[in-house]
């Protein structure tokens, strides 16, 4: 089983419309939880970590659900720069191995 | 501050060529991670570097790679001799602090590489 599965879409929304990606783990170890962002042909970057009590970035809210082992990425007021591949990566306790999903394709249309 | 910088950008190789990849983390990051993905796979870890020290080495496919850290600077990785699977973006990423559960990694912008 991998360690994070993630829905690979792609999502296909209109400009203003709100769309939320799922990402599970199987390791209940799990430490510490983040989204990152890949547009085509780059390199993965930072979009947010994603702690116990859930946290909120501008359009950007993301949750954790640990009893679940899932975590959440919403996007509010979906923009045409947000189309993108969102990966969702966890890190584990007491290991400095980052693991990543196969990523979330969004797609923001005019 | 510059950020991690991978060279070269892209490489295309014959098979049962060699193919030297390198990487410059973000200067006074210890942590050194090479990471791998292919075409329509989520990214793999290879291996991590503490300075110049191999911590985990455990993501290496096959003893074809070698992978150095010299003087815990730049790394490189070498493939040798190269296979058609061994095709794929390879991501170099640092950081700095691992002790802090959050420490985020910093990546470059890969190889992509195509043997052929």
């Known amino acids: 089983r991998k360690e994070v599965e993630q829905d690979p879409g792609p999502f296909n929304v209109p400009e203003g419309a709100t769309v939320a990606f799922n990402c599970t783990y199987s390791?209940?170890?799990?430490?510490?939880f983040f989204w990152y962002r890949q547009d085509c042909r780059k390199e993965p970057k930072l979009l947010m970590s994603?702690?116990?009590s859930g946290n909120e970035d501008g359009r950007f809210t993301a949750q954790l659900n640990r009893a679940s082992q899932y975590i959440s990425l919403l996007i509010r007021d979906s923009k045409l720069s947000d189309s993108a591949t969102y990966l969702c990566?966890?890190?584990?306790?007491?290991?400095?191995?980052?693991?990543f999903g196969s990523g979330t394709k969004l797609n923001v249309k005019p | 501050e510059a950020g991690v910088t991978q060279f070269p950008s892209h490489s295309v190789i014959e098979k049962g060529q060699t193919v030297t990849l390198r990487c410059d983390p973000i200067s006074g990051h210890d942590n050194l991670y090479w990471y791998r993905r292919v075409m329509g796979k989520e990214i793999k870890f290879l291996l991590h570097?503490?300075?110049?020290?191999?911590?985990?080495e455990s993501g290496m496919p096959n003893n074809r790679f070698l992978a150095e850290r010299t003087g815990g600077t730049y790394s490189t990785l070498k493939v040798q001799p190269a296979e058609l699977e061994d095709s794929g973006v390879y991501f170099c990423?640092?950081?700095?602090?691992?002790?802090?559960?959050?420490?985020?990694?910093?990546f470059g912008s890969g190889t992509q590489l195509s043997v052929l």
């Open positions: 990423a640092s950081s700095q602090d691992l002790g802090y559960s959050y420490e985020k990694l910093f």
């Open positions: 390791n209940s170890a799990s430490q510490s």
């Open positions: 994603v702690y116990s």
């Open positions: 570097f503490v300075k110049e020290s191999k911590q985990d």
């Open positions: 990566v966890v890190r584990r306790r007491n290991f400095n191995k980052f693991y």
